[in-house]
């Protein structure tokens, strides 16, 4: 069997699928020989105009020389652009782009001086360069496809796989364009010296020339050339092909020469094979031998309206104006120029675009030529259209899904594999623009997946962000952490001392915040405390005594005063009769309801005490008590008059209720051993310990004992002398249990009906009893008004019935 090699040497060919066969209308242009064109006097160089990242290195006003560098770039993806010719930067702006859309692109703008002068140029000898070295020349002068589709060349040139077959693309199939033509029958050897340089590149073990058969002319200049090469025997070779459009597609070539397909979104270099232009293989010899750029390329000039078709050379960036204006050309109604040939090319909006490194054709054809454009009919799905695609697609389907913006759908169909030869459109008897509905579905793909690759990229350095801010976070801990330890290291005993007692102040503050502010400790707990803790507990514990006893002392500071001042009094009275205060903790709910109820039986007492007659008060208040009686009294009083105040400063402040202003009279205005009993009442139903309770009662019943035995001695027959206290008598101990019920017995005396009176008004009041303490029902409250009142009366009617058998002048309620 056999080999590719083999087959390629016997000039075995392979039928491509589809394809068609316009007229070829070449003879316009591909009898003369190539011409030059009078320089322009602007020229617009398009940036970047092949690859990405351009960076320009020129501004307005500078003067740059013919072949200079206008960009720069580190992408291996950008080509350098070049100034065609010498002249000024006058400007760089958008300015209408070379392309179906007619968008703006960003254009340098020179204005010739008319010298064209060169700038200086590096010529090498080949044997004297290495292969790199040869690739960067190659980029450093912008070479790119010249057959149009403008791929960087030295990307195919360096290759990751290695590569058997070379083909060299004569072919030039699209009716008019006879540039290849030309350029092959002028500069064959040039050519051929270029195709020595990809030789020596790629090393393949076959080079093939591709021409089509209605060349004969470019077929004989070529096979001259090979034969004059000097290149290997049997390694290139001239091979002719039939004439069918579009056998000059890379891939129908492939599969034409060597009958291997290229696979859908695959390149030809993984099979082996790569594909290069006569004009690409020209331009790599001037770069490469004698280091010019590519600023020029030859350019089809066709049309019937024209009238100098040719081929000439044109600088790129040449208006389209000044090529037509030169070539004399004759517009019509509606005139079309076209870019490129009539199956591929695109029309243009706007003569004023400049001549690119791409543009192989410039066709200007007369109403007979292209006629005008048919309306479109509907698809008859006859099917000629799927017949004729050499790539072998839909192409109906392909239309449904463009025209109906299902673009991904389209995609699923392998619209990319579309080349845009336009064969269906021309067999379509719908007169359907099949291709412009395939470019238009191609441009919404390509936006969208530029758009999905932005996204991407964004992700990406959104990602690098976040993970070199979370580095610097672990970097800047682990150098304070680092740091800490130093410190640590270098630290004395006394810095670590001082350390711990820092933190310990911090923790006792946290501590003291948390406690409630009423519940400081007392000073015997905190003596005891620091007396048996370490010294650095004994800091803690101080601390914490000193704020607890700052927050007591701001809440409890009339009470504390108040307290002080008792204690003072009664740290002169008996032992038996002193009473001691201590720090209170706050009132419970049910605390609260009885010290309301209290405070409302004292304000009760005090309207009945306010409501006896005259006569009976001055006459329980006529005797006075002797000085150690009195003082006990006074004692008592001013402890049931501190604690009826803070019962009701604390009722006031926690249940709203404003009793506490209306309750606690003025027991110091009150003369009398009995009210000061009945205040001592009213306060010890307020306090709260029940040792504090029951010394308070205790103290009151004796206060009150002592007081009406003292009043009974004052009533004596002697009245003078029972005016005057008697100090040296002393009261014999009275049991206060036994005073509501136990009275001495006075008979037959004015004074015995006072006592009477007053005993039976003491047991009637019931605030003024100190045992009793719960309130009376209301059956006992009125039977003790009814005795209150006969006690009244009785000693109205005994102090009338004295005055009138007396003629003393004396009184007994006037103190």
């Known amino acids: 069997m056999l080999t590719l090699l083999d087959q390629l040497d016997k000039g075995t060919l392979w039928r491509s699928p589809g394809g068609i066969h316009p007229p070829e209308v070449k003879s316009l242009s591909n009898t003369t020989l190539i011409g030059q064109l009078p320089l322009a006097s602007t020229f617009l160089v398009p940036v970047p105009q092949v690859g990405e990242n351009c960076t320009l290195i020129v501004k307005v006003g500078d003067k740059v020389l013919k072949g200079a560098a206008l960009t720069q770039g580190t992408s291996i993806w950008h080509l350098p652009v070049h100034a065609p010719t010498s002249g000024t930067i006058v400007a760089i702006e958008p300015r209408v782009s070379n392309h179906a859309s007619a968008l703006p692109v960003n254009t340098c703008v020179i204005k010739a001086d008319g010298n064209d002068t060169w700038c200086e140029l590096a010529k090498s000898e080949l044997e004297n360069l290495s292969n790199p070295q040869m690739i960067d020349k190659i980029r450093s002068a912008g070479i790119a496809g010249m057959g149009g589709a403008a791929f960087p060349s030295h990307i195919k040139l360096n290759p990751v796989s290695e590569i058997d077959v070379v083909i060299i693309n004569g072919v030039e199939c699209e009716p008019y364009i006879s540039a290849d033509d030309r350029l092959m029958r002028e500069y064959s050897h040039d050519i051929l010296a270029g195709i020595g340089i990809i030789h020596r590149l790629l090393t393949p073990k076959r080079i093939i020339i591709a021409i089509e058969d209605n060349k004969p002319e470019a077929i004989n200049a070529m096979q001259t050339a090979v034969m004059q090469s000097g290149l290997p025997a049997g390694c290139i070779r001239v091979t002719v092909i039939p004439t069918k459009y579009p056998s000059g597609g890379e891939k129908q070539l492939i599969q034409i020469i060597t009958g291997r397909e290229v696979p859908s979104g695959a390149i030809p270099a993984k099979l082996g094979i790569v594909v290069h232009n006569v004009g690409t293989a020209f331009a790599i010899y001037q770069a490469v031998a004698q280091g010019k750029p590519l600023i020029e390329r030859v350019v089809t000039v066709t049309g019937k309206n024209v009238g100098k078709a040719g081929n000439y050379w044109i600088p790129i960036g040449t208006p389209v104006e000044h090529v037509l204006a030169t070539t004399e050309f004759t517009p019509e109604p509606e005139q079309k120029v076209i870019i490129g040939g009539p199956m591929m090319g695109h029309a243009l909006a706007n003569i004023q675009v400049p001549i690119l490194k791409g543009t192989n054709c410039i066709l200007v054809p007369s109403s007979q030529e292209i006629g005008t454009t048919p309306e479109e009919k509907a698809c008859i799905r006859c099917g000629e259209c799927a017949i004729a695609c050499p790539a072998l697609l839909l192409p109906q389907q392909l239309f449904w899904h463009a025209k109906a913006g299902e673009y991904d759908k389209a995609a699923s169909f392998n619209l990319k594999d579309c080349i845009e030869c336009g064969c269906c459109s021309y067999v379509c008897p719908s007169d359907i623009p099949l291709v412009e509905y395939y470019r238009i579905a191609k441009s919404a793909l390509k936006h969208s997946a530029d758009e999905k690759q932005q996204a991407e990229r964004a992700k990406q350095r959104f990602d690098a962000r976040l993970m070199r801010l979370e580095e610097e976070k672990i970097a800047r801990e682990t150098k304070a952490k680092e740091a800490a330890e130093r410190r640590q290291a270098t630290m004395t005993g006394t810095d670590k001392n001082a350390v711990a007692e820092a933190m310990a ?65 009664a740290n002169h009275a008996p032992t038996a009769t002193r009473v001691v205060t201590t720090q209170e903790a706050p009132l419970t709910q049910k605390e609260k309801v009885a010290a309301a109820v209290a405070r409302a039986k004292a304000k009760k007492a005090a309207q009945q005490l306010d409501n006896t007659p005259l006569e009976t008060s001055e006459a329980a208040s006529a005797a006075q008590p002797t000085a150690d009686t009195d003082k006990k009294a006074k004692v008592a009083a001013a402890v049931a008059r501190a604690k009826a105040k803070k019962a009701a400063q604390q009722a006031q402040a926690n249940t709203g209720d404003d009793l506490s202003q209306t309750v606690t009279p003025d027991l110091q205005s009150t003369s009398g051993a009995q009210i000061n009993a009945s205040t001592d009442v009213e306060a010890a139903t307020d306090i709260d310990d029940a040792e504090t309770i029951k010394k308070a009662k205790v103290a009151a019943a004796v206060a009150r004992a002592k007081a009406k035995k003292a009043a009974l001695m004052a009533t004596a027959p002697d009245l003078e002398s029972a005016a005057k206290p008697d100090s040296a008598v002393k009261p014999e101990p009275v049991d206060p249990v036994q005073t509501k019920v136990n009275t001495p017995p006075i008979e037959n005396t004015l004074e015995s009906g006072v006592a009477k009176a007053e005993t039976l008004s003491s047991s009637a009041a019931p605030t003024t009893n100190p045992i009793e303490t719960a309130p009376l029902s209301s059956e006992e409250l009125k039977k003790a008004r009814i005795a209150a009142t006969i006690a009244k009366a009785k000693a109205k009617k005994a102090a009338l019935a004295h005055e009138a058998t007396t003629s003393s002048d004396s009184s007994v309620g006037n103190d």
Request: charged letters at 20%; glycine letters at 0%; hydrophobic letters at 45%.
């Open 505 to 569: 102040r911090i923790a006792a503050k946290k501590a003291a915040a948390a406690q409630p502010s009423n519940a400081a400790p007392s000073v015997d707990t905190v003596e005891t405390t620091t007396s048996t803790a370490t010294p650095k507990n004994q800091a803690v514990a101080a601390a914490i005594a000193r704020a607890k006893a700052k927050k007591a002392a701001q809440a409890n500071t009339d009470d504390a005063d108040l307290s002080h001042a008792v204690n003072v009094e």
